[in-house]
Nanobody, 117 residues
Framework: QVQLVESGGGSVQPGGSLRLSCTASGFTFSSYAMSWYRQAPGKERELVACIMSSTNYGDSVQGRFTISRDNAKNTVYLQMNSLKPDDTAVYYC?????????????WGQGTQVTVSS
């Protein structure tokens, strides 16, 4: 049974930081590209970052967010710095079986991030 469990969301003031975690089970974690997406109210889900052998980022988070993974712990992280109100969204972890160019085969349940003063 595949599971992706996100944690680390919450409320933070503009300029603050949060670190999201996503722990996976039920598939060979090291063989999958891992990604973070987000969806704000009334907007489409968008790619935030992806990691396999290399990393890539959405334009709006480049230079502020860092994705990393620990294959020994089956966990992917998203370090979010210099947060802005526009970063407010539900953040989802996604596992991609064929690399970062493809859509996730598995999703987590999401974790809320709210950036507000």
């Amino acid at each position: 049974q595949v599971q992706l469990v996100e944690s680390g969301g919450g409320s933070v003031q503009p300029g603050g930081s949060l670190r999201l975690s996503c722990t996976a089970s039920g598939f060979t974690f090291s063989s999958y590209a891992m990604s973070w997406y987000r969806q704000a109210p009334g907007k489409e889900r968008e790619l935030v970052a992806c990691i396999m052998s290399s990393t890539n980022y959405g334009d709006s988070v480049q230079g502020r967010f860092t994705i990393s993974r620990d294959n020994a712990k089956n966990t992917v992280y998203l370090q979010m710095n210099s947060l802005k109100p526009d970063d407010t969204a539900v953040y989802y972890c996604g596992a991609k079986g064929y690399g970062c160019r493809y859509y996730p085969a598995y999703w987590g349940q999401g974790t809320q991030v709210t950036v507000s003063s």
